[in-house]
């Protein structure tokens, strides 16, 4: 079992729709979880940045920590056509600064 | 947000041939450094973490040999790829860590293309 499954994808959405990404993992000792963007031959883009459990919103995004299931979700609201990308979720924790990333979700919003 | 910078960002070269990629992180100082290694659609692999002034750690199924991490100040480590072959071709990501407080964060840099033929 990997440590962070990620579906991905593709998700293809209409502009405007709320989009619902997500990352289910296995290890408890994780306590930080990001969100990265990442376009087409570029470097990830951290977008957001949650210790521990609890929502944390900015702009048109929020992300979600469910701990007790071991489950972290990214919402965006009124999606635009810029927002398509990969989504990648990065898990930290234990004794180590290592980020574990998921496999990351291709996200395309149509016109 | 923090500001990592990669040099060169593509490099085409021939088999047997060796590559040096910078990575600066170039408004903070980071004591620790990541190589990660990027094949198409697929995610970040993490091959090593470099500490300044100390040998890297390299994960496993990574050749230390083969992939020479150098992280000579608080602002610059090096990838060195040896020999380099064309399944070493792929895309080279380095992430500089930044301790601020409670608020620990990795920022990235944009990347180096490599291409070996």
């Known amino acids: 079992q990997k440590e962070v499954e990620q579906d991905p994808g593709p998700l293809s959405v209409p502009e405007g729709a709320i989009v619902s990404l997500n990352c289910t993992y296995s290890?408890?000792?994780?306590?930080?979880f990001m969100w990265y963007r990442q376009y087409s031959r570029k470097g990830p883009e951290l977008l957001m940045y949650?210790?521990?459990?609890g929502n944390k919103e900015d702009g048109r995004f929020t992300a979600q920590v469910d701990k007790s299931s071991k489950y972290i979700s990214l919402f965006i609201r009124d999606s635009q056509p810029s927002d398509s990308a990969t989504y990648l979720c990065?898990?930290?924790?234990?004794?180590?600064?290592?980020?574990?990333f998921g496999t990351g979700t291709l996200l395309a919003v149509q016109p | 947000g923090a500001v990592v910078s990669q040099h060169p960002s593509w490099v085409i070269c021939k088999s047997g041939t060796s590559v040096k990629i910078e990575c600066r992180s170039l408004?903070?100082?980071?004591?620790?450094m990541f190589w990660y290694r990027q094949f198409p659609k697929q995610s970040l692999m993490l091959m090593a973490t470099?500490?300044?002034?100390?040998?890297?750690?390299?994960e496993q199924g990574v050749e230390k040999d083969k992939f020479l991490i150098n992280h000579a100040s608080l602002t610059l480590s090096t990838l060195t790829v040896t020999s380099a072959h064309p399944e070493d071709s792929s895309f080279y990501i380095c992430?500089?860590?930044?301790?601020?407080?409670?608020?620990?964060?990795?920022?990235f840099g944009p990347g180096t293309r490599l291409t070996v033929l």
């Open positions: 992430s500089a860590f930044r301790a601020s407080g409670g608020n620990n964060e990795q920022f």
């Open positions: 290890n408890s000792a994780f306590q930080y």
């Open positions: 949650t210790y521990s459990s």
């Open positions: 990065a898990l930290r924790g234990g004794a180590t600064n290592k980020l574990i």
């Open positions: 408004d903070f100082q980071a004591t620790t």
């Open positions: 470099s500490n300044e002034g100390s040998k890297a750690t390299y």
